[in-house]
């Protein structure tokens, strides 16, 4: 990467980190711009997984497998807020339809991974799957596909960076 001049924060600035990527025909730029996406949603997938050994080798323990279930999905909720935040400057967004974009491409990735997976390596039948969505068991997964789809336009938001 280039750097230039010091930006008075202590240490020299380097463009293409934060830069958009304005002098890219658009196709690539949005070609871009979802890479970076399926690679930051790589990292939501192993935290994903990880939440799902908490829940239960962990909090079924302890709570139940009826009390873990929305004690997991508040957890992993709680992880991808702030995991948007720590990854919107590596995303390099150049505003809110850009978030918009990348929330669009998670949720996707989501759903894609959660049917297939379900359905094709953990032989669920599709009444399992989608039993998932009812929020009247306890399971908040519909919160958190609504929290992975919304958390890159919140987290611009509270970086104010729009």
């Not at 139940?64 to 995303?91: M, T």
């Not at 390596?121 to 958190?144: K, P």
Request: net charge positive; aromatic share 10%; glycine share 10%.
């Amino acid at each position: 990467m280039k750097t230039s001049e010091s930006t008075g924060r202590g240490g020299p600035r380097r463009e293409g980190l934060t830069a958009p990527d304005r002098k890219l025909p658009p196709r690539l730029a949005l070609l871009m711009l979802l890479t970076r996406a399926l690679a930051a949603w790589t990292v939501l997938a192993v935290l994903a997984v990880g939440n799902g050994a908490l829940r239960q080798f962990v909090l079924a323990p302890l709570l139940g497998q009826s009390a873990a279930l929305p004690a997991s999905g508040a957890v992993l909720c709680l992880v991808i807020l702030p995991f948007a935040w720590l990854a919107h400057p590596r995303l390099n967004l150049t505003g809110a339809a850009d978030a918009w974009r990348v929330g669009a491409c998670w949720l996707s990735l989501t759903l894609v991974f959660e049917f297939a997976f379900g359905r094709w390596v953990a032989d669920r039948s599709w009444a399992e799957l989608l039993a998932a969505y009812d929020l009247s068991g306890g399971n908040l997964w519909t919160l958190v596909v609504l929290v992975i789809g919304c958390a890159p336009y919140l987290a611009g938001r509270l970086r104010r960076a729009w």
